[in-house]
């Protein structure tokens, strides 16, 4: 049976999937667009490492068409990130620069997403959905219970993956449900991973109502105080993201065969950052949990091979 928040949030996805792409051909040479590739690129590699490593599985089209996509991203989070007094109105330029049908000529990134957009037919509901849901890192730092913290996770991670879905190509309707709960689950990996960082910029996402439930107060989290308390938090936490990969598993299949390998690396090294904050003893407060390269190559070869059973399951129950 599916929760309220579930049935909720894949209405609200397949209504945006089946919106109109916007962005007419954009106007630019070979050589402008091969420069704000290369500025995605870049980025993508200074901010995600596991987003980096897990894309460049993809063929060299889709690949680029991600970073793209991880750069607009990751460009509009930093409006938010760096904060100030003029932060809403930098973000409402950003929000017209990133609609626009001539990008900014000083905005490499956004041309080249004008680019993808196109060329993937990316309805402009989901950009715009992704804005607006960060916008509200301006003006709401608190989130009352998992309710309201998953309309945030749906606008600025389930968003990006129905996005990745176009550019990647995907079997149809069905898959929709799977990428929304991937996307939920990355970004809950993150909150945990950064609950330090993001109380600094006055921010808690973690739902205030669970906190509560489990003796865990705002004085601990600024002390970075590491009990039995938190531990019982952080578990319980652990446990409904890792939930939610496992739910989503079974739709990777479902997308184009040349993509999967790329999606099922994203969602199990992601997972992996869990398994390392467990390793840590929870304490997310004095260093941030990270999965080294080479463990992450070295998971290749049995990540691959649970995508195979994964296929061959999906044969057998069709």
Known sequence: ?????????????????????????????????????????????????????????????????????????????????????????????????????????????LLAWAHVRTQHGIPDSLPAKLIESVSRDLHQTRYSAFDDLVDYCYGVASTVGLMSMKIIGFRGEEAVPYALKLGIAMQLTNILRDVAQDYAMGRIYLPQDELSAHGVDETQLAQGVVNEDWRRFMRFQIDRARRLYAEAWPGIPMLSPDGQFAIAAASELYAGILGQIERQGYDVFSRRAQVPQLAKACRLPGIYLRLLRARNNARSQA
């Open 1 to 109: 049976m599916q929760a309220e928040w579930e049935e909720r949030l894949t209405a609200e996805a397949l209504s945006a999937l089946q919106g109109t792409p916007g962005a007419p051909a954009v106007s630019a040479s070979p050589g402008e667009l091969e420069m704000a590739f290369s500025a995605c690129r870049r980025i993508t590699f200074a901010h995600s490492r596991t987003f980096f490593f897990a894309s460049a599985l993809l063929p060299a089209q889709k690949r680029r068409a991600v970073r793209a996509l991880y750069a607009f991203c990751r460009s509009t989070d930093d409006i938010v990130d760096a904060r100030g007094a003029d932060a809403a109105e930098r973000m409402r330029r950003w929000r017209a620069a990133a609609a626009s049908p001539v990008p900014p000529p000083d905005q490499p990134v």
